[in-house]
């Protein structure tokens, strides 16, 4: 894998809600990630289909924070 | 395995799989291969309609009983035993010829692409050392969370300092009241706050776009200009340029470097020749230079077949010591001339975009390094000896596409901060961070202004208060949009508190009777 991308993980649809209620955000408020990215490919590869929607994990080396956790909605295109 | 691949119309297909297993006369020469028992046929040149399972390929010789493709000039028997639609994208395949396929493909021979290996990574957050993961552990346990980074030094602490049980509570409980204190204040605008810290350094910077000598002359944009270009997310920079690493087994080594290097910088033709038209007799005649050729590291004999894959006009090549001559069988002016404008540009080496290559050694890391001008990050990554994991370029939107929307965000903070470093210039890495989150935020890389982040403003009177205002109210009556007043714009507009700071907190005061 290339250093400048970082962990992409899918989440799980149960504990979607778990994260969403932590962040005190809706899924349209997330940052997004498009379905045609080409992490979002690869990560197909292993996870199956992801429809938009989904949740993203991204597992960042972090500058300020050691790792950061931030995550993206899955969007169409 | 190969595969025969050509292009066909949707009745032939029809007609093929109708009445297959039979044979089917082409009108290409193809050289029979023993490997080839696939077949796959296009008709738009962008996805296979068909696949077909072969058993024989002869040149033809007057069979009967055969279908044909046209009714003259057939050359190849093939004997289709099976045959069934398909959808599949010709992007999976490769023509083994080298090269790409052609995207009016008349016919090829191709083999299938192998697929990307996908390995897994070890989450990084089990990488951790079992102290700090215990105190992640313990500080979850109360429902508390801590940066990575500080609960590392509180683990470090415990164990230099011999730190245990309730003193060690005991400073949890003030380190996260200390980092609780340093955080951002709610309502705080973060937005201008970033904009004033990275604009103030930014009156310091050389305003005419400086070219640095990074690298012997190699012509790098830096400074101010390189500093707007990246917040534009221009399509392509002023400068694209990308920085090869080897692979481990061949960073060490000079002549790999150097054999990589030439074999990725594109040259044309002309650059190693002289074209000449002769419209009377209808041909054109190339004069290979041979002190040319040799800076560039090319073989005559490497041309040769690149030429023949000029598909477009029906020529006949000769050649001669240093000359070859391509002459048309149907003499035409225009013809002549279109395949004279072709020539020019004729790719007969490297990759795509990458105009000059330079090998370097770094004295530190004690490796050899490629600096590019022009910049291919797919077609670079693909190749033998280069270091995957690490090559890069300056091309942002380039990275996206190649790598991914997270990617591109690192890239933006990692060029921004050389960028200012560059100049002597430090600024708080999180505002450079703030401004790639917003341009990432979308999924793809978005310029901050009208055309990016400041035009797609929920607001119609933040959107009005910016730039063209008559045409944003004009719509905004038009479709009937309805503001809120969230933002900072529209509060000043219409005179109420901004909701920022105290003014975003909806108190007040009732003194009892």
Known sequence: ?77 | MTILAWKDTLKKVKELIDKAPTGYVLDYEVQPEKSMKEALITVTGKTFVAKAKISKVTPYEGEKNVLKKKKDKLKTLVMIEKIEEIQDDIVNYEEVSGGSIDKILSFAVLAKKEEAKIEQREPMESKLSSDVKSVLRQLEKDGESLPVKIAERLAEAKKQYKIDGKDFDKLLKATIEKYRETGVDPYEAVGIVGAQSIGEPGTQMTMRTFHFAGVAEMDVTLGLPRLIEIVDARKTPSTPSMTIFMSEKARGDEDRAVALARSIESTTLLDVADIEVNTTESYVLIMLDKQKMIERGLKREEILPKLKKIRMQKTTITEEENEIKLSLDEPSFKKIYQLYENLKTFQVKGLDGIKRAIVKFDQKAKEWIIYTQGSNLAGVLELKDVDFARTKTNDIIEISQVLGVEAAREAIIEESTSTLHNAGLNTDIRHLMLVADMMTFSGVVEAIGRHGISGKKASVLARAAFEITSKHLLNAGLIGEVDRLNGVAENIIVGQPITLGTGAVKLSYRREE
Not at chain 1, 14 to 20: D, T, Y
Not at chain 1, 47 to 76: C, D, F, H, L, N
């Open chain 1, 1 to 77: 894998m290339h250093e400048m991308v970082p962990e992409h993980w899918l989440v799980s649809v149960k504990e979607e809600e778990k994260i969403l209620k932590s962040l005190g955000v809706t899924k349209g408020q997330l940052p997004k990630i498009r379905k045609s990215d080409p992490v979002v490919k690869a990560l197909e590869k292993v996870e199956g289909e992801i429809s938009p929607g989904r949740i993203i994990e991204i597992v960042r080396k972090s500058r300020t924070r050691g790792i950061a956790k931030i995550y993206r909605t899955v969007i169409g295109e």
